[in-house]
């Protein structure tokens, strides 16, 4: 039987998952910690949202989404991003994804090349030049500095950064 690829194990360790790891031990042995690793709430599912489940469940709604996400989904977020971040985008532009980091990761195998460049701004989550490198590109990292509202500028651009976009949450 073939192992893994050689793609797979050049793969370093998750240092999220590692130290994620350890604050669950310290816990099973007492400890009271505050554990900010892998980005899990520390209260339950708010009961509505349960309920939306459960609603969902009992229509029957138990299978496969389509690949991009349900379209009445896509609707609410593309009127979402017109509405409060002034983007006009249409629902066929946007997907749904499980989360931030799943989809840099499809974004990098789809568009990245082996040898091609990823600016990476620093300080950044632990798991972004790993999925970079696992796309064949190649991290270039840039330190950033504390600012209020602002967003890199390409060297020459001759001018302050415009104000960032409001955040989508």
């Given at each position: 039987?073939?192992?893994?690829?050689?793609?797979?194990?050049?793969?370093?360790?998750?240092?999220?998952?590692?130290?994620?790891?350890?604050?669950?031990?310290?816990?099973?042995?007492?400890?009271?910690?505050?554990?900010?690793?892998?980005?899990?709430?520390?209260?339950?599912?708010?009961?509505?949202?349960?309920?939306?489940?459960?609603?969902?469940?009992?229509?029957?709604?138990?299978?496969?989404?389509?690949?991009?996400?349900?379209?009445?989904?896509?609707?609410?977020?593309?009127?979402?991003?017109?509405?409060?971040?002034?983007?006009?985008?249409?629902?066929?532009?946007?997907i749904v994804t499980v989360?931030?980091?799943?989809?840099?990761?499809?974004?990098?195998?789809?568009?990245?090349?082996?040898?091609?460049?990823?600016?990476?701004?620093?300080?950044?989550?632990?798991?972004?030049?790993?999925?970079?490198?696992?796309?064949?590109?190649?991290?270039?990292?840039?330190?950033?500095?504390?600012?209020?509202?602002?967003?890199?500028?390409?060297?020459?651009?001759?001018?302050?950064?415009?104000?960032?976009?409001?955040?989508?949450?």
């Amino acid at each position: 039987m073939r192992g893994l690829s050689r793609r797979v194990q050049a793969m370093k360790p998750s240092a999220t998952v590692a130290v994620n790891a350890k604050a669950l031990e310290l816990r099973r042995q007492g400890v009271d910690l505050v554990a900010l690793t892998a980005g899990e709430p520390d209260f339950d599912t708010p009961e509505h949202v349960k309920e939306a489940a459960r609603r969902a469940l009992a229509q029957g709604k138990t299978k496969y989404a389509p690949p991009a996400g349900i379209p009445e989904l896509r609707e609410a977020l593309a009127e979402k991003f017109r509405r409060e971040n002034g983007l006009q985008v249409t629902p066929e532009e946007t997907i749904v994804t499980v989360g931030g980091k799943q989809a840099l990761f499809n974004l990098f195998q789809a568009i990245l090349d082996p040898g091609d460049e990823v600016i990476v701004l620093r300080p950044y989550w632990v798991s972004y030049p790993e999925m970079v490198r696992f796309a064949g590109g190649v991290v270039v990292e840039v330190e950033t500095l504390p600012r209020k509202a602002s967003s890199p500028t390409p060297r020459g651009s001759g001018g302050p950064s415009p104000p960032a976009p409001r955040p989508w949450w």
